[in-house]
């Protein structure tokens, strides 16, 4: 599975930013997709999932503000980024699941893009 961000830049606070992330390869064993950030300096931590059944997580940072979404191939998955801080300055990373099963059990996998950068101005 390749994943692909695009949609970063730069915004003022209080602006938006929306976040696409596009997924190509055995996207058919995708089973859960979400963003994940990295401040300089700062451990990579979740921002938000959505699973192939729709149900959504968010982290308390991006609760009210954050939305995430996706198509209904589960290819291209959305991040709308509302009410933007300057805390939300990093770089966003797309995450895909990918849970393989077979008759011996399942194996999961994990996959990553290259990240976006957000940079929220004062």
């Known amino acids: 599975v390749q994943l692909v961000e695009s949609g970063g830049g730069l915004v003022q606070s209080g602006g938006s930013l929306r976040l696409s992330c596009t997924a190509s390869g055995r996207v058919v064993d995708i089973n859960a997709m979400g963003w994940y950030r990295q401040a300089p300096g700062k451990e990579r931590e979740l921002v938000a999932t959505?699973?192939?059944?729709?149900?959504?997580n968010y982290a308390y940072s991006a609760k009210d503000r954050f939305t995430i979404s996706r198509d209904n191939t589960m290819t291209t998955v959305y991040l709308q980024m509302n009410t933007l801080k300057p805390e939300d300055t990093a770089v966003y990373y797309c995450?895909?699941?990918?849970?393989?099963?077979?008759?011996?059990?399942?194996?999961?996998?994990?996959?990553w893009g290259r990240g976006t950068l957000v940079t929220v101005s004062s």
């Open positions: 959505i699973s192939d059944g729709g149900d959504t």
């Open positions: 995450h895909a699941h990918v849970r393989i099963t077979n008759l011996e059990g399942s194996v999961d996998f994990d996959y």
